[in-house]
């Protein structure tokens, strides 16, 4: 029985409000992307962006050097071969966070 509450909560619940927290947050990261000049693809349904570093650049040093100045973002190679020129970005975090995150990134991008 409590599942099924649950469910039923679940059901009548909308998620209009989640996906437009979401739509602004991407907002921030592609434009925060744009300014550093990676490529990427704007996400069409996914909660996360996967801009290339690129100029061989290797993901698992920026990924470091993000953890040392207090950001975590993802190497693209944990998500298959040919992928180590990519970092994935999630926007699951509250604005002013990844406005300051996506700051710190950049400059971890330029440090690298």
């Not at 739509?23 to 349904?45: A, C, H, N, V």
């Not at 995150?101 to 400059?107: E, P, T, Y």
């Amino acid at each position: 029985e409590p599942m099924q509450y649950a469910a039923l909560s679940a059901i009548e619940d909308s998620s209009a409000e989640n996906a437009r927290r979401i739509q602004r947050r991407l907002k921030i990261i592609s434009k925060k992307l744009r300014e550093m000049s990676l490529q990427f693809m704007e996400p069409d349904g996914a909660m996360y962006v996967y801009p290339k570093i690129g100029n061989g650049k290797r993901d698992v040093e920026l990924v470091r050097r993000a953890l040392d100045l207090g950001i975590a973002i993802a190497p693209g190679s944990g998500f298959g071969e040919g992928y180590s020129e990519f970092i994935r970005i999630s926007a699951c975090q509250p604005d002013d966070q990844l406005e300051s995150g996506m700051d710190l990134l950049k400059a971890a991008v330029t440090s690298c």
